[in-house]
T-cell receptor
Framework: GQQLNQSPQSMFIQEGEDVSMNCTSS?????WLWYKQDPGEGPVLLIA???AGELTSNGRLTAQFGITRKDSFLNISASIPSDVGIYFC????????????WGAGTKLIIKP | GAGVSQSPSNKVTEKGKDVELRCDPI?????LYWYRQRLGQGLEFLIY????????KSGLPSDRFSAERTGESVSTLTIQRTQQEDSAVYLC??????????????FGEGSRLTVL
């Protein structure tokens, strides 16, 4: 099925570094969502974006809905050990009121 | 309960056997979703329930897969004659309203299925 292009696939960073990841698509989305999945858990919603150009923060996390409506990015500032996990983007298209399209995830690993 | 509950958390089965996975959504959530997550991959949509009805079953991979929901609560995903390719984590999520209406999805911890 259709997937979003999420990059990078994985990131090895030092504690305290800033992190950036993004999702792109050839299709337009009217909602972009960012989820985090910890090992053995289901994904948990971090940030939801509903308008093109929208920039939203949640603590050290900031996400933006691209003005073309075909992309979104997530930034994490001053990473800490509990930030490790897999981050997923998900998008909602206008022709569906229930089906989200998911990226393959970005695995964040913090080097000791 | 406070969150979405799934059982079993782990299931190991032999190829050809049938398995049944259960999901208890958050009370009052009318929308319920099943996803499949293969190792290192994103979420693959399987089926969506609004109340007891499933308007879209097109995500089910084959006719060996079926799902039902009763009483606008518990849902079961059944996989008949399991194959090794069915090995994955099966995630259930519920939301108060469909995601297109702004409904946030709350996920369970998943059922990890291993087919030997």
């Amino acid at each position: 099925g259709q997937q979003l292009n999420q990059s990078p696939q994985s990131m090895f960073i030092q504690e305290g570094e800033d992190v950036s990841m993004n999702c792109t698509s050839s299709s337009i989305f009217n909602t972009w969502l960012w989820y985090k999945q910890d090992p053995g858990e289901g994904p948990v919603l971090l940030i939801a974006l509903y308008k093109a150009g929208e920039l939203t923060s949640n603590g050290r996390l900031t996400a933006q809905f691209g003005i073309t409506r075909k992309d979104s990015f997530l930034n994490i500032s001053a990473s800490i050990p509990s930030d490790v996990g897999i981050y997923f983007c998900a998008g909602q298209q206008m022709d569906s009121n229930y089906q989200l399209i998911w990226g393959a995830g970005t695995k964040l690993i913090i080097k000791p | 309960g406070a969150g979405v509950s799934q059982s079993p958390s782990n299931k190991v089965t032999e190829k050809g056997k049938d398995v049944e996975l259960r999901c208890d959504p958050i009370s009052g959530h009318t929308a319920l979703y099943w996803y499949r997550q293969r190792l290192g991959q994103g979420l693959e949509f399987l089926i969506y329930f609004q109340g007891n009805s499933a308007p879209d079953k097109s995500g089910l991979p084959s006719d060996r897969f079926s799902a039902e929901r009763t009483g606008e609560s518990v849902s079961t995903l059944t996989i008949q004659r399991t194959q090794q390719e069915d090995s994955a984590v099966y995630l259930c999520a519920s939301s108060l309203v469909p995601s297109g209406g702004g409904g946030e999805l709350f996920f369970g911890e998943g059922s990890r299925l291993t087919v030997l």
